[in-house]
């Protein structure tokens, strides 16, 4: 079995450390309200998120910290589109046991500030509460909000959620994230997301929690699904919303989660939205083939190809952090990627990234074809290198063989410096290429 990233295996030859150090006392731009119906989006590591690790990171670390997390993370999303839980993956590296990109929403009246994962491909949203057993700290009170209330089983919202309990007259889900599971009580509380207040709005209250893969204040699910953010807020929103991911390396940088039809691009090429019954929250794409240079690469048709029945094909994600392709598609994309480098180098692996060079190289763009939109990706989203440029890594990689591995999963880092729109109503997904700065 291949054990994707470990430690161990880490060409210690190469090790050229960048030291990711986060700036101190920017709190006044950290406070920053969020204006209309646009959040800023942060990453864990920036210097105004409480997650940042402690102690700086190296470069390596950073990049296999986040690769480790990933490995959970594809198995949720396998465990999603088979239909039955996968037994989680030990990631082995859990140094920070945060999500990626975090927003700021408030809670409850008056109201509690809390810092949320985004999360496209989960529905509901889950907020850890008073009273919880196995949260980390920064907990929601409901008992000082005057808005807050728990749903009865005969709440509609009830069947909405997984395996719904009845505890006396409370309903009350169990869930499975990653290598975590969660129990929470179905509640409503009001919810503002930058200037927007959302009353009554309903959550997952989390009252236990196990495992490291539950986001520390909570997940915004932004799917697509019964009791998701866009069905909530249907009136305001009208299931339309796009984002811009910052790089993980501009510290400074922050993205924007803007929610609604109003400030979108206009100039933004699209792709239509393919819908899953079985799994109506993932964003699914169709992906027609990979270029890498000028050259098409030879991708058996059955590699991309959208199934209903085996959850195959291709999703945009928010929670990755590196593209993962099923074998027959990463493996062509890999050869072409390796023949395009001029001057050779030698080529080795860090962790699970298996393409990596020692020496600078001039890499080809990639561009993911989906129908109706050529997504061009520049270097910036295709290689991951320390300042100093003496490690290069292509930075995608096979899906993990020990999962069910038939999607494809277009990811954050591959998404950052775009802006990706998620239309609903029209059914379609806009990618444009977008810096993101504050
Ligand atoms: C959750 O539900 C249980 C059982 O009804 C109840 O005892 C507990 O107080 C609730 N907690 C919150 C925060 O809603
Ligand atoms: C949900 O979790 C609680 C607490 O861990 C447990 O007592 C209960 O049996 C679980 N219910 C289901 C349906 O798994
Ligand atoms: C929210 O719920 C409360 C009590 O259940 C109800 O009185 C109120 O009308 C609801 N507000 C909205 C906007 O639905
Ligand atoms: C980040 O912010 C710090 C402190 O505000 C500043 O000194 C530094 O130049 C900024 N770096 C970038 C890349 O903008
Ligand atoms: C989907 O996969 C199933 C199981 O492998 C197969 O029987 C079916 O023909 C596939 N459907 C399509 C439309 O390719
Ligand atoms: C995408 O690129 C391919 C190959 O270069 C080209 O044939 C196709 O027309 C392009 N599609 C769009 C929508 O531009």
Redesign the pocket.
């Given at each position: 079995m291949k054990t994707p990233f470990p430690s161990s295996l880490l060409p210690s030859i190469l090790l050229a450390l960048l030291y990711l150090t986060p700036s101190q006392g920017s709190d006044l731009t950290c406070e920053s309200p969020d204006h209309g119906s646009t959040l800023k989006v942060m990453h864990v590591y920036s210097p105004c998120s409480p997650f940042r690790p402690s102690k700086s990171l190296s470069w390596e670390d950073t990049v296999l910290d986040m690769a480790a997390k990933d490995e959970a993370r594809l198995s949720y999303l396998s465990s999603l589109v088979a239909a039955k839980s996968v037994v989680p993956i030990a990631s082995g590296r859990q140094i920070i046991q945060s999500p990626t990109y975090i927003v700021r929403a408030q809670i409850g009246t008056p109201p509690q500030t809390m810092l949320m994962a985004l999360d496209t491909s989960s529905d509901a949203a889950w907020i850890p509460c008073d009273g919880c057993v196995g949260c980390s700290s920064n907990l929601f009170s409901s008992s000082q909000s005057t808005t807050y209330k728990t749903l009865g089983c005969q709440a509609p919202q009830c069947n909405q959620v997984p395996n719904p309990t009845c505890a006396g007259t409370a309903c009350s889900f169990n869930l499975t994230y990653g290598s975590s599971s969660i129990a929470a009580n179905v509640s409503q509380d009001t919810i503002t997301l930058a200037m927007d207040a959302v009353p009554n709005y309903s959550f997952g209250c989390i009252q236990k929690a196990t495992g490291t893969s539950v986001p520390p204040q909570g997940l915004l699910g932004l799917g697509r699904g019964p009791i998701s953010l866009l069905s909530q807020t249907q009136t305001l929103y009208q299931s339309t919303f796009s984002y811009c991911l910052p790089n993980f390396k501009s510290l400074n940088f922050s993205g924007s989660l803007r929610l609604g039809p109003v400030g979108q691009p206009i100039r933004i090429?699209y792709t239509p939205l393919l819908k899953n019954p079985r799994r109506s929250s993932l964003y699914y794409v169709n992906m027609v083939?990979i270029?890498v240079g000028?050259k098409?690469v030879d991708i058996p048709p059955s590699a991309l190809a959208f199934n209903t029945t085996t959850g195959a094909g291709t999703i945009f994600d928010s929670g990755t952090v590196f593209t993962r392709l099923v074998a027959p598609a990463y493996n062509a994309v890999r050869d072409e990627f390796r023949r395009r480098i001029k001057g050779g180098g030698i080529v080795s692996s860090l962790g699970g990234f298996d393409t990596c060079y020692s020496v600078p190289i001039v890499a080809p763009t990639i561009?993911l074809?989906?129908?109706?939109?050529?997504v061009t990706l520049p270097v910036d989203n295709i290689l991951i290198h320390s300042t100093a440029g003496s490690i290069t890594c292509l930075a995608m990689a096979s899906a993990p063989d020990n999962v069910n591995s038939v999607l494809n999963v277009i990811a954050n880092m591959q998404q950052q410096n775009h802006r990706v729109l998620f239309d609903v109503p029209n059914s379609r997904l806009g990618v444009a290429r977008e810096p993101c700065t504050r």
């Open positions: 090429k083939g270029r000028r098409i561009t074809m989906f129908t109706g939109m050529n």
